[in-house]
């Protein structure tokens, strides 16, 4: 009677997984690749799994299918655009025009190395966007009330339309000038010009 497979130790199920995480994350470039390429819609998983040197059937290990590695593509960059800024990380007391520019900048330093994605993504209506969308207006929200408890935004704004207002005048001036644009555009006069516009739209006090 041949005796059953033993289960493998600690050690030896380690480099799996490493091996596993490192077939994943060549997918996930492999995907962004493709997508950016090809578009949403004309991408095929076989494509995938090409652009990554994988057997087509590993990619099944990792991914049901399309529409999940785009998301998780999409939270890839989602982290890096999204990630807590100046806004959320600055010290009590901070100059809050300086915070603001200083977040603008570096959304807009983060889009535009991601410009290719990120039109992409204005693309496919799909809830990854709309979740997307969903956490910069959350944290912009977070923001303005701050400002308005301390007493230096205009405290009849509504924050939540504030911030849907402000946060899609910035992130439609990126897709304009980076997505889209034929010109180049310089990004630090591009956050100083955006800056003004939510100092003047908050009645922030200076």
């Not at 991914?63 to 807590?84: Q, R």
């Not at 991601?114 to 207006?137: K, W, Y």
Request: aromatic residues 6%; charged residues 25%.
């Amino acid at each position: 009677m041949r005796s059953s497979p033993l289960p493998a130790t600690g050690s030896e199920a380690r480099p799996r997984r490493a091996d596993a995480e490192r077939n994943r994350r060549a997918l996930l470039a492999a995907a962004r690749r493709v997508f950016e390429r090809d578009g949403f819609v004309s991408a095929r998983i076989t494509d995938i799994a090409d652009e990554a040197g994988l057997a087509h059937g590993c990619f099944y290990s990792h991914f049901p299918g399309k529409e999940e590695i785009f998301a998780a593509v999409v939270a890839e960059v989602s982290e890096e655009m999204l990630h807590p800024g100046p806004a959320l990380t600055a010290p009590a007391g901070s100059d809050p025009v300086a915070v603001i520019e200083a977040a603008n900048l570096a959304y807009l330093e983060a889009y535009r190395r991601n410009a290719r994605f990120m039109a992409l993504l204005e693309q496919v209506a799909t809830v990854n966007d709309a979740f997307l969308r969903i956490r910069l207006l959350t944290r912009n929200a977070r923001a303005i009330r701050r400002l308005q408890r301390a007493g230096l935004a205009d405290p009849d704004l509504d924050p939540d339309l504030a911030s849907l207002a402000l946060s899609v005048m910035v992130s439609r001036s990126a897709y304009a000038a980076f997505a889209v644009g034929r010109e180049p555009v310089d990004t630090a006069r591009l956050a100083a010009t955006l800056t003004r516009l939510w100092v003047n739209s908050l009645r922030l006090a200076t």
